[in-house]
C-alpha cells in the first residue's frame, strides 16, 4: 500500500482518531468520497507477519504458545480480588498485560497494563494499542441488531429507543456484509436479521444433535457467523479466503487476513485511494475547538514513542478510539467554552456505560459419539451460535432482555480433558476416545444501559504519556444477575434435552468488562438533553464532531457489536460527506 508522510501544517478534510473497526471503517467511507483524510493511532504498525500466526505449530514456538516467564496476564480472581490500577503487586513481571495477553499470539497486540492504568470498580478492560485496534484479535462473531434491540423501550418500558431503526441500517449491513464477507446460513428471525451470507462453516455431529434437540423447544442454533471471507473478495488484494487451516481459536489473529481486520480489510485499501494518510504512534489528548466558532478544529497529540507534542488540524474531527477511550478523549478536551468536556452539554458522556455478562455455560458428552474416528473441526472460524429466545413473545417475570449462547464441539489440537489427572498411554488413550463428544456453550446477556453505570477521569492517576486514567463507576444490576440464574438453567435444560450427559455447569459469572463490549458511553438520541449524538453520531453540541464507534449505542442487546459499529459508521459517513460538500459542517 502506498504509505504518505503526514503533513501537520496542512488542514485535512477529516482527522480520524483510532483505526479499529470504527476508524477503518471512517477512513474507508470518507476516502472513497474523495476526502483527504489523516488517520491518527495511538499504537504501533504491527509487523503482521511476526505478529499474526495462526499457521504456527506449538513446538514452533519457543513456548509453545504460553507466555515468557518475565510476563503475567491477569487471572479472573486477581480481576476480583485486586482493585484497578494493577500495577504494585505483579513486581516479579515486566510485562503484565490483560486475561487476553495471556499467550505469546496476543501479548504484543493488547496493553502493558503498567504503562495505562485505570482506577475505580473491577473492570476487566482489554485494550489493543495497535494498528487495527482490537480487530486483529476479535472473535469474528458477526451478528445484526433488530428492532427488539433498536426499539426495545416499545416492548418492555426500559430505558430508551434508538433514534433509528432497522430499516434505517439494514442496508448499511449489506454494504458491511458486500465489503468485508461474512459467512452463516439464513434463519429468517426476525430478532437477528440474516446477513448477505458467503459459504457457511459446517456444524459437526454434536452441533447438529444439539440443533436438532433444541429445534423441539422451538429454539435456534444456528452456524456460527463469522465476519471471514469463505469465498473470496475479489475486490481486496490484501486477503485470501478462509481454508481453514486450524488455529482460529488461538485468538492471536488470522495471517491470511480471511477473517475480517481492519488494517487489511479497511485501511489498506483505503490508502490505495492516494487520499489516506496514517500516522501510528500519534496518542490523540485532546481535540482542540476554534473559541470564536464552537467548532472542533483539529487535535492536539503526542508521538507515543518520542514524546514529542503535536497539533494538526481538520474540517471535521471524527472520534473513533474506542467506547471507553473515545469518552475518555471527550471528557479530556475541556475549555472555556466547554468546561465539562466536548460534546457533554448533557452530562451524558461517560455515562449510559453498557455491555454484556458472560459466565453461566455448560459442557455434555455424547455417549454414542465416545471412540468415533477424530474429524477436523479446529479449520473452522467458529462453531455455532444459539440465538436469543427470552423476552420475545413472552415476557420473564424475573428479567427483561435477552441472551445467546456461542458454542462448540469436536475434535481439536488441544482436546477438552487433557487437563485431568492422569499420564502415560492409558491416559492419552481415554483422551483420544473421548475428544469429539464434549459440546460446550456459553452466554452472552445484554446489561442493561443505566446512567449510574459510568467513567470519569481520575483526579490524580495518569498514564504513560502524563494523561489521566478513567476511573470506573459500573456494576452488574439486578436484572443482569436475575437474567444469569436463568441463563444457567436453560443452558443445562437444553443440552439435556438433547440428550447430552451433563458433565460440567459453570455457574460463574465472570467480572464486569469480560465480554470486551463495552458500549454507550456518548449514546445517540433525538433529545440533545439526554443524548451526545444525533442518528449520525454526529455531537449535538458540536457539529463538526462525529463519534462513530460503540459509545453511540443506545443499549447493548445481546448481539456482539461490531458489525453493527461498522454498519453505524458507514452511515454516518455518508452523511458527513454530504453535509461537508454542502458546506454544512
Ligand atoms: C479477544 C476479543 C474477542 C472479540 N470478539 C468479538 C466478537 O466475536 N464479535 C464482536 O462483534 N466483537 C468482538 N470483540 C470486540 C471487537 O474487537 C470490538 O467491538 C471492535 O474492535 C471495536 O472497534 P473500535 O474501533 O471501537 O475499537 P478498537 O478496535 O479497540 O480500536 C480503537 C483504536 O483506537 C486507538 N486509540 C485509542 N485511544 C487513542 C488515542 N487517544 N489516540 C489515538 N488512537 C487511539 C487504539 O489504539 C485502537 O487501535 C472482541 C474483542 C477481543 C479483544
Ligand atoms: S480457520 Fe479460516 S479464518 Fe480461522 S485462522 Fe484459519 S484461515 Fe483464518
Known amino acids: 500500500m502506498a504509505e504518505q508522510e503526514a503533513d501537520l501544517t496542512k488542514k485535512y478534510d477529516a482527522l480520524i482518531i483510532g483505526s479499529g473497526a470504527a476508524g477503518g471503517m471512517a477512513a474507508h467511507v470518507l476516502t472513497t468520497h474523495g476526502l483527504q483524510v489523516l488517520l491518527l493511532e495511538a499504537g504501533k504498525k504491527l509487523d503482521i507477519e511476526k505478529e499474526l500466526r495462526s499457521m504456527q505449530w506449538p513446538y514452533d ?64 478492560w482489554v485494550r489493543a494499542r495497535c494498528l487495527g485496534g482490537k480487530t486483529n484479535i476479535w472473535g469474528r462473531l458477526a451478528l445484526r441488531l433488530s428492532d427488539y434491540d433498536f426499539k426495545a423501550k416499545d416492548r418492555d418500558g426500559y430505558g430508551e429507543n434508538w433514534p433509528i431503526s432497522y430499516s434505517d441500517i439494514a442496508p448499511y449491513y449489506d454494504k458491511v456484509d458486500l465489503y468485508l464477507g461474512i459467512t452463516g446460513v439464513k434463519e429468517n428471525l426476525p ?3 440474516d446477513s448477505i451470507f458467503q459459504r457457511p462453516t ?19 442454533l444456528t452456524q456460527y457467523r463469522a ?35 481492519s488494517p487489511t480489510g479497511l485501511i489498506y485499501p483505503a490508502m490505495d485511494t492516494g487520499n489516506l494518510t496514517l500516522r501510528t504512534n500519534s496518542t490523540v ?5 476554534d473559541p470564536t466558532t464552537g467548532k472542533a478544529s483539529g487535535v492536539h497529540f503526542t508521538d507515543s514513542q518520542t514524546m514529542k507534542d503535536y497539533t494538526v488540524r481538520g474540517k471535521v474531527v471524527i472520534v473513533a478510539a474506542s467506547t471507553l477511550e473515545s469518552a475518555r478523549l471527550l471528557l479530556l478536551s475541556k475549555s ?28 455434555g458428552q455424547a455417549k454414542d459419539l465416545v471412540g468415533k474416528p477424530s474429524t477436523l473441526d479446529d479449520g473452522r472460524p467458529g462453531g455455532f451460535y444459539l440465538a436469543r429466545f427470552r423476552n420475545l413473545a413472552q415476557q420473564h417475570p424475573n ?116 465480554s470486551i463490549h463495552e458500549l454507550g458511553t456518548a449514546r445517540m438520541g433525538n433529545d440533545p438533553k439526554t ?55
Open 336 to 363: 472555556r467554552l466547554y468546561p465539562n468536556g466536548l460534546a457533554n452539554s448533557s452530562g451524558h458522556v461517560g455515562h449510559n456505560f453498557c455491555e454484556h455478562v458472560m459466565g453461566p455455560g455448560v459442557a
Open 202 to 220: 459446517k456444524l459437526n455431529c454434536a452441533e447438529v444433535t444439539l440443533q436438532q434437540g433444541l429445534k423441539k423447544m422451538g429454539r435456534v
Open 399 to 514: 428479567f427483561i432482555r435477552g441472551y445467546g449462547f456461542e458454542g462448540g464441539s469436536g475434535s481439536s489440537m488441544f482436546p477438552p480433558g487433557t487437563d485431568r489427572p492422569g499420564f502415560g498411554a492409558s491416559f492419552k488413550e481415554e483422551i483420544r476416545q473421548n475428544q469429539g463428544s464434549y459440546i460446550g456453550m456459553g452466554a452472552f446477556g445484554e446489561v442493561l444501559a443505566r446512567y449510574e453505570n459510568y467513567v470519569d477521569l481520575d483526579p490524580v492517576v495518569k498514564d504513560k504519556w502524563g494523561i489521566p486514567a478513567l476511573r470506573f463507576h459500573y456494576k452488574f444490576g439486578e436484572n443482569e444477575h436475575n437474567m444469569v440464574k436463568d441463563m444457567k438453567e436453560t443452558a443445562q435444560e437444553m443440552v439435556e434435552a438433547a440428550g447430552f450427559k451433563i458433565i460440567y455447569v459453570n455457574d460463574r459469572v465472570l467480572t464486569e468488562g469480560w
Open 191 to 193: 430478532y437477528l436479521p
Open 285 to 289: 489528548r485532546e481535540i482542540t475547538v
Open 531 to 585: 443524548s451526545v449524538l444525533n442518528q449520525f453520531q454526529q455531537s449535538h453540541d458540536v457539529k463538526n464532531l462525529f463519534v462513530v464507534d460503540g459509545s453511540a449505542f443506545v443499549n447493548a442487546s445481546c448481539q456482539n457489536p461490531t458489525w453493527t459499529i461498522m454498519a453505524l459508521c458507514w452511515r454516518s459517513c455518508d452523511y458527513l460527506a454530504d453535509q461537508l460538500a454542502k458546506n454544512e459542517l
Open 61 to 124: 514456538n519457543a513456548h509453545r504458545g504460553a507466555l515468557p516467564p518475565d510476563s503475567h496476564s491477569l487471572s479472573f480472581n486477581e480481576y476480583t480480588i485486586r482493585r484497578p490500577p494493577y500495577g504494585p503487586g505483579f513486581e516479579k513481571s515486566k510485562n503484565l498485560y490483560s486475561y487476553i495477553g495471556n499467550s505469546d499470539y496476543t501479548k504484543n497486540i493488547v496493553v502493558n497494563e503498567r504503562e495505562n492504568p485505570y482506577t475505580g470498580t473491577n473492570y476487566a
Open 227 to 261: 465476519g471471514v471471507t469463505t469465498d473470496g473478495l475479489k475486490h481486496n488484494k490484501y486477503r485470501s479466503r478462509c481454508y481453514g487451516r486450524g488455529a482460529c481459536e488461538r485468538k492471536g489473529g488470522c495471517d491470511i487476513h480471511a477473517a475480517f481486520d
